[in-house]
């Protein structure tokens, strides 16, 4: 749909990845090649990961870490970093970093990417691989003193975990964590706070008013989600559950995630009248998404539940009675499946499509109005303007993507640059600032917001042509899949957040052998401790509300 | 036009008795009345009109369940806050904790004690009436710096130490502001200040004699008045002490039941002080045709009620920054240059 500049780089033509070239550039690192569904693969040793990512960063352009996924085998440790380029995210490339049982030790990949830093936390706190040379390698999502990694082979599922909790422990206790100066002040903002979207907990250090440091404690909300997953069967069991990740509501773009990744697993097609039913759906939710971003967002500035709340509200909820009708749920979809979607537009469908159009029709004139009321407003640009600032190569450092990384410039979109769907059949642009700011942020969902009507439009007058006796919601899917053993497969999808991928590997069952969720909204958070150090309070709360986060997705 | 007699006197004379504890009587009887209207209008401003205006401004029904137009959740509420369980957090300072919420509260009454509201209705009269209702007022300041401070509690503080700061950065160009009008009627007497802007005129449109509010002789004192006032009550823009997405609820995080009433219901009368400062610096007091003087009173403060109200609905929140950079900046400048302004052009043109 649009034109790239490819990096110049001797190793990542135009036409994929040259896994050749990188082995030769990589040398003595390499221990073996190994061939995943959606990238190659080269399997390095654990004590030269940074030299090899860092080569890989410099010289071969893959300057987006994806996502890391740690498992443990019978006889190894294995962590893989699925490595991307902001440029072009089909030049993709797995590192295979594996390690001995008896000693889990890998190098960590932090010094080269900052976005490994809660990867390999998480990938420690779950599996049990250990990161040498980590800044901070503790527990992310689980409690500090759980024993043992529930994602491991030895994990006893049913011993009691005891969580300690100090019922009359001082809570000013920590004030000494800076205690040097005298002049600073500890502060828990959360888990409990009007303004954290759900359960985070920010440790914040003060300076006055001013921020001092910054650490967002996440894990409030885990679910276990990956092993889940693990538990459940391909065809039926799983597709419920990405309807929890994010419920902004974007559960059909959720569930979009896992079909992309698992139908790329089994190898199933899925009929064009179906990927229209998925593209208008997964537009409505995103359309869905951000207006719960521009409410909350407004609210966090303007401290009420104000006008501009309440209007984001009545417009989201036209869009939900849409996806109502379409799915049956107005959260959790479940519309999906593998191969396709559940069932087709509603009878009668004439109507539906004339609800839809009414909804679409308001659209530019409400979009006006928030324009009016909150874009123009000049006490609004001012708190907004300059504050949460992330530079491009920052947010490139800390895997950013989706309408943050838009905001700062970075012209970043799975539905064009990876496509997927009916997108690249449909006529859209995707939407940047280069602002860097909250603001920059806000105007990326707002006139995102337009694009989504436009492509829902397209979509509608596709569906009504259709011809009637070629309306196919479903390919033909067997009852039980199982993919071939040892097939392996990372596949994302533009969530509303952004990046939302999934890694599948299949052992051979009906079940698969590694789930792991890639959240977009884990990655933009672990930037908020760059994007507000420095700034006042109102600043930070200004930027969370900015990022968008859903503690659904964080914590999965 | 206000009445020179005080209410207490008027009492006093109604009851017919002399000596001084039918004196006391009078004061205290009327003071009551005083203080009972007051409270009626908090009372309906808090629980009801409030929501209801908000909810009319962001497409909302709000309370419409108990009693005609859910009037009677005005009841309903005051039993459910009053038998709430007082919860007092561990180490809290005790004396200042529990006289916070009195202190913000009752100040805000005393000021009324000189406030003429029309129809006889004031209670005491006193030459320096306007200086008093200032200084009376800004005990609130200390009201909820103890409140903040006594809390034991990091956000209580961060609100508490913002209240000072926005108060003392707008109490200023607040008291400035005043002093221009002052500058027209050579007096603090409130009495003296409504008598003299009703009964100068300025000028007559088509037979209609239009008074000279100080509204209309000096908009820009007014604007400048209204702007202050609304960061002395800390609404939006200028409710960064409470700042609920922010700081939790500032001072008053820890406070709850029968104290929280205290703080809520202080906040409401103060805001209502605002609108009767206004009401009688720049609306000719309870001055108006046909309506009695007190009815035009109730209707000129609560305009101002929802004029606050309107701005939490559609303002966004200053940052605390922009909102001491505002105060000191501008609003002082602005204020200063006014007050100069009006005593030059009242000194060459000899008013």
């Given at each position: 749909m649009s034109t790239h500049t490819e990096?110049?780089?001797?190793?990542?033509?135009?036409?994929?990845?040259d896994a050749d070239a990188i082995e030769e550039l990589l040398g003595d690192d390499v221990l073996d090649r190994e061939t995943h569904s959606n990238a190659e693969g080269i399997v390095v040793r654990a004590d030269a990961v940074q030299d090899v990512l860092q080569t890989l960063k410099d010289e071969a352009g893959f300057d987006h870490l994806s996502c890391l996924t740690a498992e443990e085998h019978p006889d190894r440790f294995e962590s893989i970093y699925h490595l991307k380029q902001y440029?072009?995210?089909?030049?993709e490339l797995s590192v295979i970093v594996p390690a001995s049982r008896e000693e889990p030790v890998s190098q960590s990949a932090e010094p080269v990417y900052r976005t490994a830093d809660w990867h390999e936390r998480e990938a420690y706190d779950l599996v049990g691989v250990q990161y040498e040379d980590h800044p901070n390698l503790k527990r992310i999502l689980l409690p500090e003193t759980w024993q043992g990694h529930p994602l491991g082979l030895d994990y006893n599922q049913d011993k009691p975990q005891i969580v300690t909790f100090d019922e009359h422990k001082n809570p000013l206790e920590e004030d000494h964590m800076n205690a040097e100066g005298g002049d600073t002040m500890f502060l828990n903002i959360g888990p409990h706070h009007p303004a954290t979207h759900g359960v985070l907990h920010i440790e914040t250090v003060l300076d006055g008013e001013q921020v001092a440091a910054v650490n967002p404690d996440v894990g409030y909300l885990h679910r276990c989600e990956e092993q889940m997953c693990q538990q459940s069967?391909?065809?039926?069991?799983?597709?419920?559950?990405?309807?929890?990740?994010?419920?902004g509501p974007g559960g059909i773009i959720n569930e979009w995630s896992y079909a992309r990744a698992a139908e790329d697993l089994a190898d199933i097609d899925v009929p064009e009248y179906a990927q229209i039913l998925r593209t208008m759906g997964s537009e409505m939710c995103r359309i869905t998404c951000h207006l719960l971003a521009t409410g909350t967002f407004a609210l966090d500035i303007y401290g009420d539940f104000t006008a501009i709340f309440m209007y984001a509200m009545q417009d989201r909820e036209k869009m939900q009675n849409l996806l109502e009708d379409l799915t049956g749920q107005r959260m959790m979809f479940n519309y999906l499946r593998l191969g396709g979607v559940v069932w087709d537009i509603p009878e009668p469908r004439e109507e539906y499509f004339e609800k839809v159009r009414d909804v679409l029709d308001e659209m530019p004139e409400r979009l006006e109005e928030y324009h009016d009321l909150i874009t123009s407003n000049e006490i609004f640009q001012s708190r907004c303007i300059d504050t949460g600032s992330l530079d491009p190569e920052t947010a490139k450092d800390y895997g950013v993507t989706g309408p943050v990384a838009r905001g700062s410039g970075i012209d970043y979109d799975l539905r064009r640059d990876d496509p997927y769907g009916y997108y690249d059949q449909l006529d859209w642009d995707v939407v940047t600032e280069d602002g860097c700011d909250n603001y920059s942020r806000l105007l990326v969902r707002l006139r995102e917001v337009e694009e989504s009507a436009r492509i829902i439009e397209q979509c509608i007058d596709l569906l009504e042509d259709w011809p009637e006796d070629e309306?196919?919601?479903?390919?033909?899917?067997?009852r039980t899949l199982k993919p071939e053993a040892g097939k392996e497969t990372y596949k994302a999808v533009e969530g509303a957040k952004g990046e939302l991928g999934i890694y599948i590997r299949s052992?051979?069952?009906?079940?698969?052998?590694r789930f792991k969720i890639r959240s977009p909204c884990y990655n933009n958070l672990s930037a908020l401790e760059e994007m507000s150090t420095g700034e006042y309070v109102p600043d930070l709360i200004a930027t969370l509300g900015s990022l968008d986060v859903i503690l659904g997705e964080v914590d999965r | 036009m206000a009445t020179s007699t005080p209410l207490p006197d008027t009492i006093y004379r109604l009851i017919g008795i002399d000596g001084f504890a039918a004196e006391l009587l009078s004061m205290f009887l009327a003071a009551f009345l005083i203080g009972n209207i007051m409270l009626t209008m908090t009372a309906v401003a808090g629980p009801w009109a409030k929501r209801k205006i908000t909810a009319a401004f962001t497409d909302r029904i709000a309370v419409n369940r108990v009693g005609p137009f859910g009037l009677l959740i005005i009841v309903a509420d005051a039993v459910r806050l009053l038998s709430k369980e007082l919860i007092i957090p561990e180490n809290v300072d005790r004396p200042a904790f529990d006289l916070a919420p009195i202190v913000l509260a009752s100040s805000a009454l005393l000021a009324f004690a000189v406030i003429p509201m029309g129809s006889g209705i004031q209670l005491a009269d006193p030459e320096t009436g306007l200086v008093f209702v200032f200084a009376v007022a800004s005990i609130a300041s200390v009201g909820l710096l103890m409140g903040g401070y006594a809390s034991n509690n990091k956000f209580s503080l961060l609100g508490g130490l913002r209240a000072v700061a926005q108060n003392l950065a707008y109490e200023i160009p607040l008291v400035i502001t005043a002093a221009s009008v002052v500058l027209f009627t050579g007096s603090l007497q409130l009495s003296e200040i409504v008598a003299i802007q009703q009964n100068t005129t300025l000028a007559v449109v088509a037979g209609i004699r239009i008074p000279a509010w100080f509204a209309f002789v000096n908009p820009f004192a007014f604007v400048l008045f209204v702007v202050a006032n609304l960061a002395e009550i800390g609404r939006n823009p200028f409710d960064t002490p409470e700042a609920p997405t922010e700081i939790v609820a500032g001072y008053q995080t820890e406070y709850s039941s029968v104290y929280f009433v205290l703080f809520y219901l202080g906040e409401f009368i103060h805001i209502f002080l605002g609108g009767a400062i206004i009401a009688t610096l720049f609306?000719?007091?309870?001055?108006?045709?046909?309506?009695p003087g007190f009815v035009w009173f109730v209707i000129k403060i609560w305009a101002v009620f929802l004029f606050t109200q309107w701005a939490r609905s559609a303002i966004p929140r200053v940052r605390i920054d922009q909102l001491i950079e505002i105060g000191w900046k501008g609003m002082l400048v602005l204020s200063f240059a006014n007050l100069v302004l009006t005593a030059v052009i009242l000194g060459v043109t000899g008013l």
């Open positions: 990096p110049d780089t001797p190793v990542t033509k135009t036409e994929g990845v440029d072009d995210p089909t030049n069967t391909y065809r039926y069991q799983i597709m419920p559950y990405p309807d929890r990740w994010d419920y309306r196919n919601i479903q390919s033909n899917v067997p052992d051979g069952t009906e079940k698969p052998g | 609306l000719g007091g309870p001055a108006g045709p046909v309506l």
